[in-house]
């Protein structure tokens, strides 16, 4: 039965489809893995790693998928593998005309055998040969790129396919490092106005061994990134099992944050590597997980969160923005600046936009509460940072163990222990002017993790970050609360360890997920007395207490658990 809610899909890679054709048992192994799930839509590459697949071959197989009921569209892969002496992937060089040439073949094939195409998330360039070094001349490879593949995108794609096709949507796939897209030349500020609709690679990477430093929370911050991006045309998350051998619970991790984000459709990548008996536990599990995506996503409303502004080309703290949602913060991010926001979170990145200092200012005397970090007071300091509070940084560190607390930066209130030591950057601020809620304890001294600053009808907030992003999670549960008790829109505060996700929806519902490989029961306060909480099941959650801050609950979670919640009043 079709899922109600989102459609799905698999990516079929042109070296399977060519195993296909010579494999007698296909067609009984293909009905035996779609058994775990509903399947609407299967993606046929034409062009991958430099190869391409027989026409007469490919239109066989389209007809196949179509007279089981599935949808079929086309797909392409923009690699060179054919370099064995080059490390990691090699793009297509657009500089090469024989690359140019194939590329524009494979398009037009493509165009005049489906309606749809998607482009794999290799569409960008990283070819540093003697004729793209000659043509960069003095730019930016950033700049040079992303105007190079803005006219590749027209000349070369859009173009070509929609002559052969005119009724053709071509969609480009924007992959999960998002914080270096415009080094390669990927450019979201033009390119969506190019092609009839974008898509989201979902997938995440285990940041511990692998040079990709993506939290689990990627898979949401990047689906909110681009539906806020290209609202009602971003298609979907595209999600695979690589980097899971870890943990299996990091695979249908992806699909529910892709699903608690608002995904119209889910990719899977690939149909070749799902039926390998050696991942033989992926199919069934994705099954299960889209089966409660399903019911789960009509009891929820829009997300909301904390605005977070990352503006178009910006990088700075590189990805610092999972390890916020690891935290605990439920972010809202998007490419514009977020003027009507009452919470706005500001990372080193958004220093790239040239007005962010009097746009903050103006956001901070209208009442909003907006909290940078130590990122972007390195980035701003000396550049009128200093209009707003006398914040800096000098290059000093400290390594803390043990935190200090003070609910009005006033009154020292209690000391906490973290779990390890931490090394920090030491943020200077102006006594009596700023005021620390959370700090850390140092020989004789102590230096400031969470700032307050009184400014117009709002208040500016300084995060220092530490210097390994990880050791976010070595912060004690009592400081990471004070973090997100100022910067948390909304009714709903957690209190609990790091690694536990809070999602917000604009009718009263939320979800709480545990990323911790244990066991762990997690505090809910919501901020006023007589609140009622409601798991979406129907079931009633006993509160614990009613405290002069609002209504105590307590949520037990098993390891990679999340459940979700309706605020009754």
């Known amino acids: 039965m079709a899922y109600r809610n989102f459609t799905t899909a698999l990516y079929c890679t042109v070296s399977t489809l060519r195993d296909i054709e010579s494999d007698k048992t296909f067609d009984e192994r293909f009905r035996r893995l779609i058994r775990n799930f509903h399947l609407d839509k299967v993606y046929l590459e034409t062009y991958g790693n430099n190869g391409t697949i027989d026409r007469d071959a490919l239109i066989r197989l389209r007809d196949y998928f179509r007279s089981l009921g599935i949808q079929t569209s086309g797909g392409i892969g923009t690699t060179d593998q054919s370099a064995p002496e080059r490390y990691g992937f090699i793009s297509l060089c657009y500089n090469n005309s024989e ?16 309606d749809e195409i998607i482009l794999d998330d290799f569409f960008f360039t990283n070819c540093k040969c003697e004729v793209c070094v000659r043509e960069k001349g003095e730019a930016s490879w950033s700049s040079y790129r992303t105007e190079r593949m803005l006219r590749v995108s027209k000349e070369l794609i859009v173009g070509p396919a929609k002559r052969v096709n005119p009724k053709v949507r071509v969609i480009v796939k924007y992959p999960n490092w998002y914080d270096c897209y415009q080094e390669t030349g990927y450019n979201q500020k033009d390119e969506p106005s190019v092609f ?4 989201t690679g979902t997938e995440t990477r285990d940041p511990l061994y692998t040079e990709q430093h993506l939290p689990k929370y990627l898979s949401y911050f990047l689906m909110r990134y681009n539906e806020n991006l290209a609202s009602g045309r971003n298609g979907g998350g595209w ?3 690589f980097e899971c051998a870890r943990d299996v619970s990091f695979y249908t991790q992806q699909i529910t944050l892709t699903g608690l984000a608002g995904a119209k459709e889910f990719t899977m990548y690939s149909l070749g590597e799902l039926m390998r008996p050696i991942h033989a536990v992926y199919p069934p599990l994705a099954g299960l997980a889209y089966d409660a995506m399903d019911r789960l996503i009509p009891e929820l409303g829009r997300p909301v969160g904390i605005a977070c502004y990352k503006p178009y080309f910006s990088t700075g703290e590189e990805y610092l923005h999972g390890y916020l949602g690891m935290i605990g913060l439920p972010l809202e991010p ?18 790239a936009d040239p007005d962010i200092l009097s746009r903050i200012q103006k956001s901070l005397i209208e009442g909003s509460d907006i909290m940078i970090t130590s990122g972007f007071v390195r980035a701003m300091q000396g550049k009128g940072l200093d209009r707003l509070a006398n914040l800096r940084t000098d290059g000093r560190r400290a390594a803390v163990s043990e935190y200090g607390l003070s609910s ?16 920090m950057p030491i943020c200077q601020f102006a006594t009596n ?23 117009g009808k709002g208040h500016l907030y300084l995060l220092v970050v530490p210097d390994n992003f990880g050791d976010l999670y070595r912060y ?5 609360q004070a973090v997100r008790n100022v910067i948390t829109p909304g009714e709903i505060r957690l209190d609990t360890k790091a690694r536990v996700c809070l999602f917000l929806y604009d009718n009263d519902t939320f979800v709480v997920h545990s990323m911790l490989p244990w066991p762990e029961e997690v505090g809910v306060t919501v901020l006023f007395n007589g609140a009622r909480l409601q798991s979406i099941e129907g079931a009633d959650i006993p509160h614990t207490a009613e ?4 209504t105590h609950f307590r949520i037990p979670l098993a390891p990679g658990e999340y459940r979700a919640f309706r605020v009754l009043r």
């Open 408 to 423: 009005n930066g006033l009154v020292f209130e209690s000391r906490v222990e973290g779990d390890g030591e931490v090394l």
């Open 433 to 455: 002017d700023a005021w620390q809620l959370a700090f850390g304890l140092t020989n004789d001294g102590n230096c400031p993790i969470l700032l307050a600053v009184n400014y």
């Open 99 to 114: 690359h140019t040439r194939k590329i524009r073949e494979a398009i037009e094939v493509t165009a005049s055998i489906f």
């Open 547 to 550: 405290m002069s801050d609002g």
């Open 239 to 241: 999600f695979d099992m």
């Open 476 to 480: 004690p549960s009592r400081v990471l």
């Open 334 to 351: 998007q490419p514009t600046y977020p003027e009507r926001a009452g919470k706005i979170l500001l990372t080193e990145s958004a220093a």
């Open 196 to 199: 009839d609709a974008i898509y």
